[in-house]
C-alpha cells in the first residue's frame, strides 16, 4: 500500500494543529478538549572519511577517498486517548549524499547504499522520495506508528512497530525482525516493521508473547505468507536464572530456540541457540546458530569501566566467501536482514570506560576466528550539554586479501567484496 506524499502533510499538520474546541450544550464554547500528549526527537548529522578496499565496485567509477554526509530529523509524538491507550508516531526526514552516493549509481541494484530504508517488504509503504539526483536523496518515512492497548494481563500492539528477542548482544540469532548488524555503532532505535504483536503476563513467573509480521514479495508487491513471521516465545524465570523458549516460522524457515541469562560471581552471562529448517528442507538439513556472551562492571583506576565478550557460531556460514555470497539461502537471509556475517566462528569484544561524566571512550571489535579477520570500532562520545552529543570515531578493518574483513575476490573475480575503512563524526540534538 503506497502512501503519498499528502499523507505526510496531513499527519504533520494534524499534529501540529491546536486542540478544537467542543460545543457546550447553549451552542458556546465549552471547555477545550486536549489528549495528553509527549513530544520529542532529535536531529543527528554525520559526516565520514572512507576507503573502499582495493579492486572494489567503487574503484571502477573513479576510486579514492569518499566524502559522505547526512542528516536525519526524528519527530516523535506519543497520544494518550485513554487509559491503558498510547499512540506512538516517529516520523524520520533523511537527507545523504556525497561521493559514495555518486560513485554507486552505475551501480544500483548490486551495490547497497547505507542509510536508505525501502518499505517493498513491509505491508504498508509510509516511505516516500522527495528529491533524488546525482548527488543525493531527500526521502521521509513514518518509522513508527503503533496503537498498543495495555492492562493488567498483557499489552496488545499493532501497527509499524520494533520487536527485539534474544540475549546477544552483538550477534542476535533469535531477534527476528531487523536486528542491528553486529558492526552498527549506532543503536539507538530498530527500524521498524508493520506487525500485530501480543504479550501476556503469566504473574510473577514470566509472560508469553507473541507476533506477525505480514511481508510483500518486492518484486510483485503481492502478500505472501512464505515471506511473513509468525513467531512465539515463553520467558520464564526461577531465582536469578531466566530461560527463553523459541517457536517461530521465519519466510520459509522453521526455527526453534532456547536461550537464557543468569549471573556468576559480579558477571552476567546469557545464551541463545536456535535451529533453523530452511523451506523445502527436512529437519536433518536445518543449520545451528549458537551466540554466548559474559559482561562485567566495575571500577578500574577510579574510573567507570564496563566489558563484555562474545562468542557466535553460525552454521550456516562457509569459509569460501565467493561461494558464499552465491548461496541462495545466505543471499536470501542477507537481503531480509536476519544475517550479515559469512564465516563460521567469531568473537567480539566491547570495552567502554568513563573518562569523565561528560566523556566515554568505546572500543568494539568483531573478528572472524577461522581467516583471520575482523573490524576494530573505537570512538569517543562527548555530553556536550544536555541536549547535544558528539561521537568521533573510527571503522578499521583487517585482514589479509581473500579474508570476509579484509576483502575477497567476488563475481567471478571481477571486483573486491569487503568493508571499508572509515573515520567520522557525528552530532545529534536532543529536544
Not at 43 to 51: D, V
Not at 188 to 214: A, C, H, M, W
Not at 304 to 315: K, M, P, Q, T
Amino acid at each position: 500500500m503506497k502512501v503519498p506524499f499528502l499523507f505526510f502533510l496531513i499527519f504533520l499538520l494534524s499534529l501540529l494543529s491546536p486542540p478544537c474546541g467542543a460545543l457546550a450544550s447553549d451552542g458556546t464554547d465549552g471547555d477545550v478538549l486536549s489528549l495528553p500528549m509527549e513530544w520529542g526527537g532529535h536531529l543527528k548529522i554525520r559526516g565520514s572519511l572512507s576507503r573502499p578496499p582495493g579492486g572494489s565496485l567503487y574503484d571502477a567509477s573513479g576510486g579514492g577517498t569518499l566524502l559522505d554526509g547526512q542528516a536525519g530529523l526524528r519527530l516523535k509524538n506519543d497520544l494518550f486517548p485513554a487509559e491503558g491507550v498510547r499512540l506512538t508516531t516517529h516520523y524520520e526526514l533523511i537527507l545523504l549524499g556525497g561521493d559514495s552516493w555518486r560513485r554507486a549509481q552505475p551501480w544500483k541494484g548490486t551495490l547497497e547504499f547505507p542509510g536508505i530504508v525501502e518499505d517493498d517488504r513491509r505491508f504498508f509503504d509510509f516511505t516516500a522520495t522527495l528529491e533524488e539526483g546525482q548527488s543525493g536523496v531527500l526521502y521521509h518515512r513514518l518509522d513508527r506508528l503503533v496503537l498498543s492497548f495495555s492492562r493488567s494481563w498483557g499489552t496488545v500492539r499493532a501497527g509499524r512497530d520494533a520487536v527485539t528477542w534474544g540475549n546477544g548482544l552483538l550477534f542476535n540469532p533469535m531477534d527476528l525482525v531487523n536486528p542491528f548488524a553486529p558492526s552498527d555503532i549506532d543503536r539507538e532505535y530498530k527500524i521498524g516493521d508493520d506487525l500485530v504483536s501480543f504479550q501476556r503476563n503469566l504473574g510473577g513467573k514470566g509472560d508469553v508473547q507473541t507476533f506477525f509480521v505480514p511481508r510483500r514479495d518486492p518484486l510483485t508487491g503481492s502478500l505472501r505468507w512464505d515471506k511473513s513471521t509468525l513467531a512465539g516465545k515463553l520467558h520464564l524465570g526461577r531465582g536469578t536464572t531466566e530461560w527463553d523458549l523459541l517457536l517461530a516460522k521465519n519466510g520459509g524457515d522453521r526455527v526453534v530456540g532456547i536461550g537464557s541469562v543468569g549471573y556468576l560471581g559480579g558477571a552476567a552471562w546469557r545464551f541463545d541457540a536456535t535451529w533453523t529448517v530452511p523451506r523445502g528442507e527436512d529437519p536433518d538439513g536445518g543449520y545451528l546458530s549458537v551466540v554466548a556472551n559474559i559482561d562485567r562492571s566495575g571500577v578500574f583506576f577510579g574510573k567507570n569501566v564496563y566489558g563484555f565478550l562474545e562468542c557466535f557460531w553460525n552454521g550456516l556460514g562457509k569459509d569460501d566467501y565467493a561461494e558464499a555470497l552465491e548461496d541462495p539461502r545466505i543471499l536470501e537471509r542477507l537481503e531480509r536482514g536476519d544475517l550479515f556475517t559469512l564465516g563460521k566462528l567469531y568473537l567480539a569484544g566491547h570495552l567502554q570506560v568513563e573518562l569523565h561524566p561528560l566523556w566515554n571512550v568505546y572500543v568494539t571489535a568483531v573478528n572472524n576466528l577461522r581467516d583471520p579477520s575482523g573490524l576494530i570500532e573505537p570512538r569517543v562520545v562527548w555530553d556536550a550539554a544536555t541536549s547535544l552529543r558528539f561521537t568521533l570515531g573510527a571503522i578499521l578493518p583487517w585482514g589479509r586479501t581473500g579474508s570476509e574483513y579484509g576483502g575477497f575476490p567476488a563475481g567471478n573475480g571481477l571486483y573486491v567484496y569487503g568493508p571499508e575503512e572509515q573515520v567520522f563524526l557525528w552530532g545529534t540534538y536532543y529536544f
